[in-house]
C-alpha cells in the first residue's frame, strides 16, 4: 500500500480547483465557450433532472421517465400523492441536483479508493438510468458515451487520473447552478422542446409562498456552501491522506 500525504500540493489542489470555476465562468460569457463545457452541460442537466425523480422517489413517488434535449434542456416526469411541502422539495431537488452530486465528487476524492467506487457507481447509475428512464434518443445516446467514458476511467486510468476526474466533474457539477442563473432569477415561465412550463423556483413559490427570487437565491447559496464544505473536507487536514 502506498500513501500520499496531503500538504502544500492539497492548497495546489484547492487553487487548481477554483482556478477552474473561475475559468468556466468566463468561458460561458463566450458563445465558443459554450460549445467548449457542451458536454459538462448535458451532465448537468443529467444531475438535474435525475435529482428532480430521485427525490420524488425518496418521497415515496414514482419517476417515470426522463426526457433530454441537444439544446441542453431536460425534462423529469413524476407521480405520486405529494402534498406542498413534497412538491417544493421535487422542484428544489432539480437545480440542487449538481451541486449535491458534485459535492459527493468532490469528497469522494480523498481517497484513491473512494475516488475509483464513485467513478465506478456514477457510471452504472448513468447506464441504469438509460434503461430505466431516458426516452430521448438524444438522452440515451449521449449519457450511454458518458457512462462508459466515466466506466473506462476508474478501470483503465491511474489512481491520479481518477482522482483528478471526480474532482474537476464535481466541480463542473457545482459552478453549473452558476450558469443557470438566469433561469433560477429569471421568468417565472420556461419554453422546453416547445413546451411553456411553470420554472423550478416559481413552482416552489407557489407552493411555499416565499417569492421566486428568494428560492433562487437560497439555492444558489446551498450550492455555494457545498462546495465549499466538500473542499473543506476533502482538503481541509494536512493529515489527510489518499490510499489506493
Given amino acids: 500500500m502506498s500513501d500520499f500525504q496531503y500538504s ?3 492548497k495546489i489542489g484547492v487553487l487548481g480547483l477554483v482556478v477552474a470555476a473561475i475559468a468556466t465562468i468566463i468561458l460561458w460569457q463566450f458563445y465558443w465557450g459554450n460549445y467548449v463545457l457542451y458536454p459538462f452541460s448535458i451532465l448537468a442537466t443529467w444531475f438535474h433532472e435525475m435529482g428532480h425523480g430521485l427525490t420524488a422517489i425518496l418521497l415515496g413517488g414514482n419517476f417515470h ?12 416526469y413524476n407521480s405520486g400523492n405529494f402534498g406542498s411541502l413534497a412538491r417544493a422539495l421535487i422542484a428544489m431537488g432539480g437545480p440542487l441536483g449538481p451541486a449535491v452530486a458534485g459535492g459527493i465528487l468532490i469528497l469522494s476524492s480523498r481517497r484513491y479508493q473512494t475516488a ?14 438509460v434503461l430505466l428512464w431516458i426516452r430521448t434518443l438524444f438522452g440515451v445516446f449521449a449519457i450511454l458515451l458518458w457512462g462508459l467514458l466515466i ?13 483528478f476526474t471526480v474532482q474537476f466533474m464535481g ?12 433561469y433560477l432569477f429569471g421568468s417565472s415561465w420556461v419554453n422546453i422542446n416547445g413546451q411553456n412550463l411553470v420554472s423550478d423556483t416559481a413552482r416552489i413559490a407557489q407552493y411555499l409562498f416565499l417569492p421566486q427570487w428568494f428560492w433562487a437565491a437560497l439555492i444558489m447559496v446551498i450550492s455555494t456552501a457545498i462546495f465549499w464544505w466538500s473542499l473543506k473536507i476533502a482538503y481541509g487536514s494536512d493529515e489527510s491522506i489518499i490510499n489506493n
Fill in 65 to 76: 421517465k426522463l426526457l433530454l434535449f441537444p439544446n441542453g434542456s431536460g425534462l423529469a
Fill in 8 to 10: 502544500s500540493s492539497s
Fill in 151 to 163: 466506466l473506462s476511467i476508474a478501470f483503465q486510468t491511474p489512481q491520479k487520473i481518477q482522482a
Fill in 171 to 182: 466541480m463542473q457539477a457545482i459552478v453549473s447552478t452558476y450558469h443557470q442563473k438566469h
Fill in 116 to 129: 475509483h467506487w464513485c467513478l465506478m457507481a456514477l457510471g452504472s447509475i448513468m447506464l441504469l438510468s
